[in-house]
Nanobody, 125 residues
Framework: VQLQASGGGLVQPGASLRLSCAASGRTSELFVVGWFRQAPGKERDLVAA????????KYADSVKGRFTISRDNAKNTVYLQMNSLAPEDTAIYYC???????????????????WGQGTQVTVSS
């Protein structure tokens, strides 16, 4: 599975951005797709994740109510709609995908063997 992330940029506080993660290859084997982010000097953490075939989602507490993850299976694409962006959302955002096995919690990066390149999101006035 190959993942291509896009949609990052420089925005002002309060603005919105939508990130896209296009998957190709053996997408029929996917179980979950997630967005992680890594700010300078910090660890890479889960932002949001969505099951590939069910409506199940998971969000980091810091983005609940502001970010929405969705997918379009016909396009093999997962989106991250980010609203009310704040400077603390500045980070490199990565999309990642995992199959049913090995199983594990969605906030564990080891659960995701497939990773796209990062896309920079900068929130600054």
């Amino acid at each position: 599975v190959q993942l291509q992330a896009s949609g990052g940029g420089l925005v002002q506080p309060g603005a919105s951005l939508r990130l896209s993660c296009a998957a190709s290859g053996r997408t029929s084997e996917l179980f979950v797709v997630g967005w992680f982010r890594q700010a300078p000097g910090k660890e890479r953490d889960l932002v949001a994740a969505i099951a590939w075939y069910t409506p199940t989602t998971k969000y980091a507490d810091s983005v609940k109510g502001r970010f929405t993850i969705s997918r379009d299976n016909a396009k093999n694409t997962v989106y991250l709609q980010m609203n009310s962006l704040a400077p603390e959302d500045t980070a490199i955002y990565y999309c990642a995908a995992g199959e049913r096995y090995p199983a594990g919690p969605w906030d564990d990066q080891r659960r995701f063997p497939y990773w796209g390149q990062g896309t920079q999101v900068t929130v600054s006035s």
